[in-house]
């Protein structure tokens, strides 16, 4: 029961994040009246099949409200040797001081009826929000790098976990690229905030969550 309420939950989230879709880095702005959704899933349920999902989204809001939602969900059920492995990394770029800041960020992988399947997930999320910023040409393009790394696990022959810790270096230099390719657009020497957010799940054997914040700017 609890797997069938995922599946439906994240069919509505598919929905949502068509709104972004486009190159593997692209900006774009809130929806006034709903929340914006950066979403991979994949799930297998074919002895030896193999799925692979991975999102790498910037947005940036100029809205009251802002309830980004972050979420990587892999599931594995009812077959032997089947992989799936879904990581999503979302960019929030917040250029104004909102009345209502609550982003979402969750990962959850499921290994279910099967010994030998390998679900992971991973959710990145880094939310800069405090005073207006942009990011420098370099910046992106060394963001646009780093999704094609993201990208480039799909054929990496790593396990599930495997490729969760090397999502996991590649968000260490996100992080390195928020730190030194963010510049203030304003006058008044202030500094921009990033909340970093990360949570890995295998398969409910290793979830991990971790929160940090620094100011750049």
């Not at 202030?190 to 957010?197: P, Q």
């Amino acid at each position: 029961m609890r797997s069938a309420l995922l599946r439906r939950a994240l069919a509505g989230l598919a929905t949502a994040t068509l709104v972004l879709t486009g190159p593997a880095v692209t900006a774009a702005r809130a929806d006034d009246h709903g929340q914006v959704v950066t979403s991979a899933q994949a799930e297998v349920t074919t002895d030896g099949d193999y799925k692979f999902d991975d999102a790498f989204r910037i947005l940036e809001y100029q809205d009251s409200v802002v309830d980004p939602g972050n979420y990587a969900y892999a599931h594995a059920a009812g077959c032997e040797g089947c992989k799936a492995v879904a990581i999503s990394f979302q960019i929030v770029l917040v250029q104004q001081s909102p009345e209502t800041l609550a982003p979402e960020n969750l990962a959850l992988a499921l290994n279910e009826n099967c010994d030998t399947c390998d679900a992971a997930a991973g959710a990145y999320q880094f939310v800069v929000g405090g005073h207006p910023v942009q990011l420098t040409g370099q910046g992106r393009s060394r963001l646009r790098w780093i999704a094609r790394q993201v990208d480039a696990l799909q054929g990496s022959g790593l396990s599930g976990p495997e490729m969760v810790a090397q999502a996991d270096a590649l968000a260490d230099q996100v992080d390195s690229v928020l730190q030194t390719e963010l510049r203030s657009l304003g006058d008044d020497g202030g500094h921009a905030r990033v909340e970093e957010r990360r949570v890995r799940d295998k398969g409910h054997d290793d979830r991990t969550d971790d929160e940090q914040s620094y100011e750049v700017g």
